[in-house]
Nanobody, 126 residues
Framework: QVKLAESGGGSVQAGGSLRLSCRFT????????FGWFRQAPGKEREGLVL????????NYGDSVKGRFAILHDVYENVVYLQMNRLNPDDTAMYYC???????????????????WGQGTQVTISA
């Protein structure tokens, strides 16, 4: 069974950094598209970044471009979200998602992402 589990959330002061982890289990995450999303109370779910494990194509949302980066460790089967220069607007529940086997990623609205983690809370204080 494909399972995703986020970790690394917590509280941090504005201007700080945080790295979230998404551990993929059940099968190897090769040949899949991964995405990071977030949702704050009262707001719509926001796509942050999409990245295919096996190519260099990466699509970042405008709100995090230049501040966040998606990374992965093939050996550990983990996808990371490195978050820098955090501000209170980044406070949200963060989710990791994955596609089925695909040659690459499409846009946020076009990529099928049937697998999701339970989320990890990130709280940024001013």
């Amino acid at each position: 069974q494909v399972k995703l589990a986020e970790s690394g959330g917590g509280s941090v002061q504005a201007g700080g950094s945080l790295r979230l982890s998404c551990r993929f289990t059940g099968v190897h995450f090769n040949r899949r598209c991964f995405g990071w999303f977030r949702q704050a109370p009262g707001k719509e779910r926001e796509g942050l970044v999409l990245k295919h494990i096996n190519n260099r194509d990466t699509n970042y949302g405008d709100s995090v471009k230049g501040r966040f980066a998606i990374l992965h460790d093939v050996y550990e089967n983990v996808v990371y979200l490195q978050m820098n220069r955090l501000n209170p607007d980044d406070t949200a529940m963060y989710y990791c998602a994955a596609s089925k086997l695909e040659p690459g990623c499409a846009g946020f609205g076009q990529t099928e992402l049937p697998y999701w983690g339970q989320g990890t809370q990130v709280t940024i204080s001013a």
